[in-house]
């Protein structure tokens, strides 16, 4: 059973371009959630989609922003980078409420 | 709102030995769940355990288990007989079940070392 895929894996992006991430979930989940990790911060949720559409949503500003196609994968995109963005980009899946929830490899961005 | 703790920033444990990393929690939602994970340096955030707030058992997973006190609000993940690839960061999450989906709240985190 394939796990959750996050593409790219690392990538370096100049401040005031645009960056888009992927996330492949889990075959039969349809809940992918993103959040974003810096040594700063930590762990922080950015939102979740749930069916396409968006379930919750985390503190962020409006340049963070995803979508969910038909078949559950999930796009984020960050407009207009800054150098705080720099972070581990992190990607779950499950199920509903369910007990396991499953996170990809993640991707590295760092803006210079 | 919801938060979680974790005290210990860094812990050292010989190989062989077990090892409890701790992690207290906070809400108001009657119903929750919580969760820890592994993180090695590659990255990737490994699911190791899950509790939900009205199992009646601590919950067990090989190696993992985790001392669920309600009453103290606390969830301490039990890593037995450590191994030299447990060294990673260790993180307690939560996920409250009102409406939350699957939104997880972390804490900031244990960076457990082996020893050989």
């Known amino acids: 059973k394939a796990g959750v895929t996050q593409t790219p894996r690392y990538l370096i992006k100049t401040r005031g371009q645009q960056v888009t991430l992927s996330c492949s979930p889990i075959s039969g989940h349809r809940s992918v959630s993103w959040y974003q990790q810096t040594p700063g911060q930590g762990l922080q949720f950015l939102f979740e989609?749930?069916?396409?559409?968006?379930?919750n949503k985390g503190n962020f500003p409006g340049r963070f922003s995803g979508r969910q196609f038909s078949n559950s994968r999930s796009e984020m995109n960050v407009s207009t980078l800054e150098l705080g963005d720099s972070a581990l980009y992190l990607c779950a899946s499950s199920l509903d409420q369910g007990h396991t929830i499953y996170f990809g490899e993640g991707s590295w961005l760092t803006v210079v | 709102a919801q938060k979680i703790t974790q005290t210990q920033p860094g812990m050292f444990v010989q190989e062989k030995e077990a090892v409890t990393l701790d992690c207290t929690y906070d809400t108001s939602d009657p119903s929750y769940g919580l969760f820890w994970y592994k993180q090695p340096s590659s990255g990737e955030m490994i699911f190791l355990i899950y509790?939900?707030?009205?199992?009646?058992q601590n919950a067990t997973e090989g190696r993992y288990s985790l001392n669920f006190q309600k009453a103290r609000k606390s969830a301490n993940l039990v890593i037995s007989a450590s191994q030299l690839g447990d060294s990673a960061m260790y993180f307690c999450a939560m996920r409250g079940d009102n409406n939350a989906g699957n939104m997880l709240t972390f804490g900031g985190g244990t960076r457990l070392m082996v020893k050989p």
């Open positions: 989609y749930f069916s396409e559409t968006q379930r």
């Open positions: 509790q939900g707030s009205y199992d009646q």
